[in-house]
């Protein structure tokens, strides 16, 4: 909870000494990224990629948010992705806007929320984990 309420304020970083540990795997190699993604496509499990750049204020905005989704839903994988970084990831995507978060399952994209939009974010989290458990 200290982290949650520090990371409001700027004070934890991800990659920094906390007492919760990130549930958010971060890829900067598209060949990485690649080969995760090619065997989470076996896996029913559902991944939700941020899509998100280092100047984007409202990607900012969505950190904190993200995070606590990333320790509530611990049956949900979470990625996040610098468009700077990877911009050929961003593009196999169809990624135009910042934050774009996409919902996908065994290699397929399920759903997508465009925007700073932590509530709508969070529902179509819900129904698709809730799809997931009745798989």
Do not use: Y
Request: net charge negative.
């Amino acid at each position: 909870m200290g982290s949650f309420i520090s990371s409001l304020f700027g004070g934890a970083e991800e990659g920094s000494v906390s007492s919760e540990p990130s549930h958010i795997l971060t890829f900067h190699s598209s060949a990485r990224w690649q080969l995760h993604f090619n065997s989470a496509k076996e896996s029913p499990k559902l991944m939700v990629i941020d899509f998100a750049a280092s100047w984007c204020g409202p990607c900012k905005f969505m950190e904190p948010a993200v995070h606590a989704m990333a320790n509530k839903f611990t049956e949900v994988e979470f990625i996040k992705i610098d468009v700077d970084e990877l911009p050929d990831v961003a593009q196999e995507f169809g990624v135009q806007a910042m934050p774009t978060f996409l919902l996908v399952k065994k290699g397929k994209e399920v759903d997508r929320v465009v925007g700073a939009q932590k509530d709508e974010l969070e529902r179509k989290i819900e129904k698709h984990k809730a799809l997931q458990a009745a798989a």
